[in-house]
């Protein structure tokens, strides 16, 4: 879904566009801590994710909700063992993308909006200086939204001040890209940072 880009704003999608996907030794670990059967953990996992994502419930409480789920009993030891390998099956970052991000900013402005739950955002929030080039960060568990609903796209180009035509979204799923499009903004379906930076570059010419 490439675009022409004339944007006033790039908005930027975080896991799987700047951080790279659930790592599979995380998830082997979440797995493995779990004790259940691998498709029921991940359909709990998943299922009770968006409360969890929007602010709305701890990270002890998202397990706990799990665990109900699984008709299994994580006690508290066993669900800080699961926050702790959700937040490092999460921390990879593809430092190219950031050194990308950093040419972009001399130019652009710049804005994140990310479907993050509190423990994981506060970790990304203590360690990467990089989220500074950001001008609005829109951490879903902060403004009780997550995409793909439309008041995330809302509440962004309202923190930006500017029309959301204005705005280029870029995002790894498309189901965000077509909510951002109906939200009025424009869309770019990121497939690979060789690809974006190309987009980026063609239209400097």
Known sequence: ????????????????VIAKDQSQEGRDALLATGGVPEE???????????????????????????SGQLAASFDPNRIGQLIDH????WSVVDDQMI????????????????????????????????????????????????????ETFAWCVRELGIEPHRAL????REENIRAAQQ?????????SREALSQMFEANRT
């Open 99 to 150: 050194a990308l991000l950093e040419d972009l900013s001399r130019t652009r402005r710049l804005a994140l909006l990310s479907n993050i739950p509190r423990e994981i955002g506060e970790y990304f929030l203590r360690r990467h200086r990089w989220l500074d080039l950001f001008e609005v960060r829109g951490l879903s568990y902060q403004i009780g939204y997550a995409k793909p609903e439309r």
């Open 1 to 16: 879904m490439a675009v022409q880009d004339s944007s006033d704003v790039l908005i930027f999608d975080l896991f799987g």
């Open 183 to 191: 939200a009025g903004l424009r869309g770019h379906l990121f497939a």
């Open 40 to 66: 029921d953990f991940w359909a709990a996992y998943w299922n009770q994710r968006p409360p969890y994502d929007r602010g709305e419930v701890t990270g002890t409480q998202y397990w706990t909700a799990v």
């Open 169 to 172: 979204f870029i995002d790894d």
């Open 86 to 89: 959700d937040i490092a099956s």
